[in-house]
């Protein structure tokens, strides 16, 4: 008996520990920023765990810089775009995958998993050619129709799943009473899927908020780039110095927007992303 309860103790505590190790190497580094965005000079340099004077010179230097405001804008631009294309085109067809029965459904599902699983550099140099045929060279619409496509596949996939557990009685009874698929799909279905679209809209806004790659490759000028590209092109007063407090100011100013709808919609975030594990 003793031997189980000291193995039972032993496992929890392995346990807490194991937690304690993952949220500190998650949290500290945001929390560093934190306190190195109010050192400033040579403080700086000075290793210290806890805030012993708030300096704000750093938050007043970024917001001062017309460009880094416009960037932000850009930024909330792109993503809500991004959003509202993305659950647009996946709420349609996650209706077509998950309810309607036609041969190479389980297919057509494989393959959008597939194409989530490209990574980014790897379509980098055929999307700027199809961006320059377009004629959307440093335009946020080059970055809009660039995240669409590699956030609608998740999307497509999160909502499918969550469409499949809805009960095919609903869909029987809206069809007896007259209602057309798409009446199906926004009065029946979509009242009963806002934890799924909480989720997956999250994810897709986060996704294109935090995005570098193409966003560095398709914008040229200050007035057309997004936060994560000009935080990476801030610069000092000459070509030598890196701004460390203002480096660190801008990523908190970004970074708690993101933290903050996390925490309030934490919740529906859970529930939509289990919501398909299991089957009722």
Do not use: H
Request: glycine content about 6%; hydrophobic content about 55%.
């Amino acid at each position: 008996m003793n031997r189980k309860l000291l193995k039972k103790i032993a496992a929890k505590t392995g346990f807490t520990v194991l937690l304690a190790g993952i949220l500190l190497f998650t949290v500290f580094p945001f929390y560093y920023a934190i306190v190195t965005s109010f050192k400033s000079g040579s403080e700086l340099f000075d290793v210290t765990w806890w805030v012993s004077s708030f300096n704000f010179s750093n938050y007043l230097s970024v917001i001062g810089d017309g460009s880094f405001v416009g960037s932000i804008w850009n930024s909330v631009l792109v993503s809500f775009a991004t959003v509202i294309i993305a659950m647009a085109f996946g709420l349609t067809a996650a209706y077509a995958l998950g309810r309607v029965q036609f041969r190479g459904r389980s297919a057509v599902l494989m393959i959008v998993l597939g194409v989530s699983m490209f990574p980014q550099v790897a379509v980098l140099s055929g999307l700027f050619e199809v961006i320059r045929a377009l004629d959307l060279y440093n335009n946020p619409l080059a970055l809009i129709f660039s995240y669409t496509i590699f956030t609608l596949p998740f999307t497509v996939w999160i909502l499918t799943t969550f469409m499949r557990q809805l009960p095919k009685e609903l869909e029987e009874a809206a069809i007896v009473d007259g209602a057309s698929p798409m009446t199906t799909l926004f009065k029946v279905f979509i009242p009963l899927m806002w934890p799924a679209m909480a989720t997956t809209g999250l994810l897709a806004f986060i996704a294109a908020w935090n995005e570098f790659l193409f966003a560095l490759t398709f914008t040229l000028t200050d007035d057309q780039r997004t936060v994560p590209v000009a935080i990476a092109l801030l610069t000092g007063g000459s070509q030598y110095e890196l701004p460390w407090g203002n480096l660190m100011a801008a990523s908190v100013i970004v970074t708690v927007p993101l933290v903050l709808l996390v925490l309030i919609f934490q919740r529906r975030i859970v529930s939509g992303l289990t919501a398909g594990a299991v089957k009722g």
